[in-house]
């Protein structure tokens, strides 16, 4: 069975840096695309990171551009989300989710995603 496991989150203060985890297993790794999204108490889950299979392309919401980078580790079968200069607004539950290469979906479609993890608490403080 596919088990995403996300790790990392905690209280940081603004400005301050986190780096987030996912491992994964029950599947190919090296054939699965995987995103990071974020969703807010009372907010939609929103987009905000995804890389490809190959690792050689990396997807960005706006609002973290720049700030956030996403990176993969094959042979760890795991893939990152360090987060700097972290302001309140991305205070959230951050998803670790993941895809089959072949889906043909936007890589910010967060139905496109068949794989998800438990999610973990990120809160940024004033």
């Known amino acids: 069975q596919v088990q995403l496991v996300e790790s990392g989150g905690g209280l940081v203060q603004a400005g301050g840096s986190l780096r987030l985890s996912c491992t994964a297993s029950?599947?190919?790794?090296?054939?699965?695309?995987f995103g990071w999204f974020r969703q807010a108490p009372r907010t939609e889950r929103q987009f905000v990171a995804a890389?490809?299979?190959?690792?050689?392309?990396?997807y960005y919401a706006n609002s973290v551009r720049g700030r956030f980078t996403i990176s993969r580790d094959n042979p760890k079968n795991t893939v990152y989300l360090q987060m700097n200069s972290l302001k309140p607004e991305d205070t959230a539950v951050y998803y670790c989710?993941?895809?089959?290469?072949?889906?043909?979906?936007?890589?910010?479609?967060?139905?496109?995603?068949?794989?998800w993890g438990q999610g973990t608490q990120v809160t940024v403080s004033s």
């Open positions: 890389i490809t299979f190959s690792g050689g392309n990396e």
């Open positions: 989710a993941a895809r089959h290469m072949s889906e043909a979906a936007s890589y910010n479609d967060n139905t496109s995603y068949d794989k």
């Open positions: 029950g599947l190919t790794f090296r054939q699965y695309e």
